[in-house]
């Protein structure tokens, strides 16, 4: 064999050793090894939805029961709703309120709109997407009439009366507006008289009715609007007083000093205004004489309708010039009040009466000694918490008329 050919022969050779080495690397039996995870499918949520319950005109309470989360965590439920059938999330939606371990879960449903049927289902939301509950139906419910309470007015005078009123329920809807209406005819209506307050909405409040007439009988009731309409209460009858006539007469300087000056113009604003509340809210006729006296240590004043008051500038104020009237009308400085001064308390029907209906407390009775008298007596500026304490002072002082208080000379009586 030459050198040809046997470099054709190792040549040979090595090819057929390579193939036979590849060879024996396939799999014999003919299937190829795994090399990737195969993927899981996801499965939804499975859920239930309950009934609707606690429904009013505006809301409502809904809810669902989750029976499977499926292949993953939930990761939100609630409920959805609309005006039409199949609601989705991308309609409305609220989410879980209150939740039990059994996957029972209650949504508030807020913002309806009364006598008006909704479509509502449950759902969740894990990986796979998000799963709907069967569908349930309600209806919202429809507005009613607000209701009142609405009692007997107390605070009565010539031209002004106050009315106290509660809204107790709105009917299901907000009330936009509330007040009092009054004319001299039964079942008065808010296109004639009435004082709307400040506020709205359910709760107490109490309104002025001004312009009135002395001595008339009217008619009032309480209203609310909401978007049903105008509610009225029962009606309340209340009955004028006479005006008083509660004049005055005030002495001054001729020629007045600076710190006269001052005073005059403390005491006359003081006197002025007494003499309002008395006129508007008792029915007294009296004439007094105001004096201011360098000496007297507050204010004085005897039932002839004399009154002095000192340079005292924290006396020289409403409250001391009521104080003092009240003397001058006979508490403290007349027969009657003697009489009925039983061991601290002023034995008097209509006082009592009146005074239980200031204070809401039905076993409240009139405190008193030989010249004063409290509650409302306004024996002292800290007495005053607001301008009301004025109105009752004078409420009890018409009291204090209706059970026989009249004039009699007496020795002055002092702040």
């Known amino acids: 064999m030459n050198r040809k050919q046997l470099f054709y022969s190792i040549t040979t050779a090595f090819f057929i050793s390579t193939f036979a080495y590849v060879g024996c690397g396939k799999n014999e039996g003919g299937t190829q090894p795994t090399t990737e995870t195969e993927k899981t499918v996801e499965k939804l949520a499975t859920l239930s939805s309950s009934a609707a319950t606690g429904i009013t005109t505006t809301t409502a309470t ?49 913002g309806l709109m009364a006598s008006t049927k ?54 299901g809807n907000p009330v936009t507006e509330r007040g009092v209406c009054w004319g001299t005819m039964s079942k008065p209506l808010i296109n004639g008289s009435k004082v709307a307050h400040k506020a709205t909405g359910t709760g107490k409040f109490r309104v002025m009715l001004n312009g009135l007439s002395e001595k008339t009988t009217y008619y009032a009731r309480a209203y609310a609007i909401n978007s049903k309409g105008v509610s009225y209460s029962n009606e309340v009858v209340f009955k004028t007083i006479p005006k008083g006539n509660v004049t ?9 000093t600076a710190d006269e000056t001052a005073a005059y113009g403390r005491l006359q604003a003081a006197i002025d205004s007494a003499v309002w509340y008395l006129n508007n809210y008792t029915s007294a006729t009296k004439q007094v ?48 009040w003697s009489m009925n001064n039983n061991g601290g308390k002023l034995q008097a029907n209509s006082v009592t009466a009146v005074l239980r209906l200031i204070t809401r407390d039905n076993n409240a009775t009139l405190s008193c000694d030989s010249q004063h008298w ?42």
């Open 248 to 256: 005055y007469v005030f002495n001054k300087s001729a020629n007045p």
């Open 289 to 336: 004489t105001l004096n201011y006296v360098d000496g007297v240590p507050t204010a004085d004043a005897n039932n002839q309708g004399w009154m002095r008051f000192g340079t005292g500038v924290g006396y020289q104020n409403i409250r001391t010039m009521l104080h003092e009237m009240n003397h001058s009308l006979g508490t403290g400085t007349s027969n009657w």
């Open 118 to 171: 909704y479509y509502v289902r449950a759902f969740a939301v894990n990986k796979a997407g998000i799963a709907y509950g069967d569908q349930i139906e309600f209806t919202t419910a429809d507005i009613a009439d607000a209701t009142f309470n609405f009692q007997p007015l107390f605070i009565v005078g010539s031209t002004v009366a106050a009315a106290d009123v509660e809204v107790t329920a709105d009917g």
């Open 374 to 415: 409290w509650p409302y007596g306004l024996n002292q500026n800290s007495e005053v918490t607001s301008s009301w304490d004025y109105v009752y002072n004078c409420l009890i002082i018409e009291a204090m008329r209706k059970d026989g208080l009249t004039e009699f000379s007496g020795a002055y009586r002092s702040q």
């Open 62 to 110: 809904c809810g669902g029961t989750v029976t499977d989360k499926g292949t993953s965590t939930v990761t939100e439920q609630g409920v959805c709703w609309a005006l039409t059938a199949n609601p989705t999330v991308n309609n409305n939606k609220a989410g879980v309120s209150q939740v039990s371990g059994s996957g029972t879960f209650t949504s508030q449903i807020t």
